[in-house]
């Protein structure tokens, strides 16, 4: 008899306690200026609210993972009850909008623009990069980017935003308008633009060459069929000593990079800007 009793109160506690919070669902990426620069570290602070309101803040923050500068964990609730654990959890499915402020002025970033994103399911996390500024035509190019093209050569065909497009390749440099405003180059230099050398081979190890951006995160990828690609650790030290995933571009400079390849001649690489 007291051991059904037990059992009994074991069963009806949770029941009868009030609601833990849900695991929070983590929004990150990375925040850009109308010209596709990253912000860095104190730049900005990034704002997100829900329909009743701001839910949380947090500061632009390059230590917070490779390639990023925000992370937001937004305090979410399962909604086993009518009533929210606080007053700013979010309900998974909530549309939100995201608000980036520098100095005294607020910015709705370009993916704030349309249709509003909604909030992922409880306790995931999404990749949500902002662009600041206007994106008049909707076609991902800010209209600040998309103007210094048109003024480059007052000649060319270029006179307004509807004549640049994201997949045309306006300097003929074989990247597209779109590639080149995320690597950082040029689309209206035709000598500009994201290239991987392979320099020299020697004793197992290749050293390759491209030129770095400030704030970019480059990552190599390497193949022997052309087909699987898999993420090439590389370091900047002739030995192949500390070698990493990725790297930070801090300037605009040209950077030797060493891979250790092995006997193999036959590996492909290719380089990754974001
Ligand atoms: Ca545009
Ligand atoms: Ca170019």
Known sequence: ???????????????????PPAPHHTLYGVVKNEQGMPLSSGDAIVILSGPDGEVIRGPVDTSVGSGLNYALRVPTDGARTSKLYTATAMLPASPFTIRVVIGNQSYLPIQMQGALPVLGEIAGSTRLNLTLGVDSDGDGLPDSWEKDLIDF?????????????????????????????????YAFDRSDSLKLEVKKITEGMARLEFVTIPGRTYRIKSSRDFETWQDQPFSTQATGKDAAAHLLGDQVTSLNVYVEVGESRDTFFKLHVE
């Open 153 to 185: 050569d007052p000649n060319d065909d270029l006179g307004s935003l509807a004549d640049v497009k994201p997949g045309d390749d306006s300097d003929g440099d074989g990247m597209s308008n779109l590639s080149e405003y995320i690597a950082g180059t």
């Open 1 to 19: 008899m007291k051991i059904s009793l037990l059992l009994l109160m074991t069963l009806a506690a949770p029941i009868a306690k009030a609601f």
